[in-house]
């Protein structure tokens, strides 16, 4: 079993920098592929980035491709998400979650999330 818990959220002005990360409690984090979703109000939640459990496959949503990248740290059991250039539609909260599959893109596949962190981008 996975615990996860989110920091590093925050407000941050449009075309700035943020990165949130993601640190696991328990066993065998190495065997997890990690995903980033957010979920804005009155929105659904979206997978915004996943990186597979080995680090060689990722995924970006369309509308994050070349502003964000999202990597591990197995010895400390972390994941991150390196935010650029964000924009006002970037704002809501972001999950960081876990799964047993290779390289999931849907939220179903997830079987481990964290608490969310705001982020918050002002125009």
């Known amino acids: 079993q996975v615990q996860l818990a989110e920091s590093g959220g925050g407000l941050v002005q449009a075309g700035g920098s943020l990165s949130v990360s993601c640190a696991a409690s328990?066993?065998?984090?190495?065997?997890?592929?990690m995903g980033w979703f957010r979920q804005a109000p009155g929105k659904e939640r979206e997978l915004v980035a996943r990186?597979?459990?080995?680090?060689?496959?990722?995924y970006y949503e369309d509308s994050v491709k070349g502003r964000f990248t999202i990597s591990r740290d197995d010895d400390k059991k972390t994941v991150y998400l390196h935010m650029n250039s964000l924009k006002p539609g970037d704002t809501a909260v972001y999950y960081c979650?876990?799964?047993?599959?290779?390289?999931?893109?849907?939220?179903?596949?997830?079987?481990?999330w964290g608490q969310g962190t705001q982020v918050t981008v002002s125009s």
């Open positions: 979650a876990a799964s047993t599959y290779y390289s999931p893109t849907k939220a179903e596949l997830y079987d481990y």
């Open positions: 328990g066993s065998s984090f190495s065997r997890y592929a």
């Open positions: 990186i597979s459990w080995s680090g060689y496959s990722t």
